[in-house]
T-cell receptor
Framework: QKEVEQNSGPLSVPEGAIASLNCTYSDRGSQSFFWYRQYSGKSPELIMFIYSNGDKEDGRFTAQLNKASQYVSLLIRDSQPSDSATYLCAAKGREYSTLTFGKGTMLLVSP | DAGVIQSPRHEVTEMGQEVTLRCKPISGHDYLFWYRQTMMRGLELLIYFNNNVPIDDSGMPEDRFSAKMPNASFSTLKIQPSEPRDSAVYFC??????????FGEGSWLTVV
């Protein structure tokens, strides 16, 4: 059974701090990994994806992947109250397979 | 470009009634997914289509659920008869070549 695990949170950080969101996955065949942000009452929206070991940066967001440890993380620098949302990690297996989602981590950024 | 369009956005129905949820994927996308989201179980994949053909329906809870995709621009998810435990948000999503998945706004279903 493919599983993606996330701490449900909430993770509370002050405005301006770095928020670190973590995710582990069980399927070693997973090829790529996605981070979605979901505001309350809204649909998930893609933040970024990563498929190579190491870091990938996009603005204030950095995704990190360690396939040996089956670990993915998302760092949000200079956190803003508008970043308060649930962050969903998802893993994708071989080409054309579907995404398996974690249950998400709630992030609260306080002014 | 228009995103994934779902209807209805909200539905309240009585137990035993038939519910039909509709979805129009992003034009040109060849994959369509139906997900269900609840607090307890998170986002669960119910079924997905590739080029209008159902590929994997192993996530469909039981025979009360059915899904169709008669053409590339339309899909339905039907629940008959509905039960209170079916109350959830149902998301339709689409992708091109099975890559990045884009979600619709969701259909919020309450069965009383």
């Amino acid at each position: 059974q493919k599983e993606v695990e996330q701490n449900s949170g909430p993770l509370s950080v002050p405005e301006g701090a770095i928020a670190s969101l973590n995710c582990t996955y069980s399927d070693r065949g997973s090829q790529s990994f996605f981070w979605y942000r979901q505001y309350s009452g809204k649909s998930p929206e893609l933040i970024m994806f990563i498929y190579s070991n190491g870091d990938k940066e996009d603005g204030r967001f950095t995704a990190q992947l360690n396939k040996a440890s089956q670990y993915v993380s998302l760092l949000i620098r200079d956190s803003q109250p508008s970043d308060s949302a649930t962050y969903l990690c998802a893993a994708k297996g071989r080409e054309y397979s579907t995404l398996t989602f974690g249950k998400g981590t709630m992030l609260l950024v306080s002014p | 470009d228009a995103g994934v369009i779902q209807s209805p956005r909200h539905e309240v129905t009585e137990m035993g009634q038939e519910v039909t949820l509709r979805c129009k994927p992003i034009s040109g996308h060849d994959y369509l997914f139906w997900y269900r989201q609840t607090m307890m179980r998170g986002l669960e994949l119910l079924i997905y289509f590739n080029n209008n053909v159902p590929i994997d329906d192993s996530g469909m809870p039981e025979d009360r659920f059915s899904a169709k995709m008669p053409n590339a621009s339309f899909s339905t998810l039907k629940i008959q008869p509905s039960e209170p435990r079916d109350s959830a948000v149902y998301f339709c999503a689409s992708s091109l070549n099975g890559n990045t998945i884009y979600f619709g706004e969701g259909s919020w279903l309450t069965v009383v």
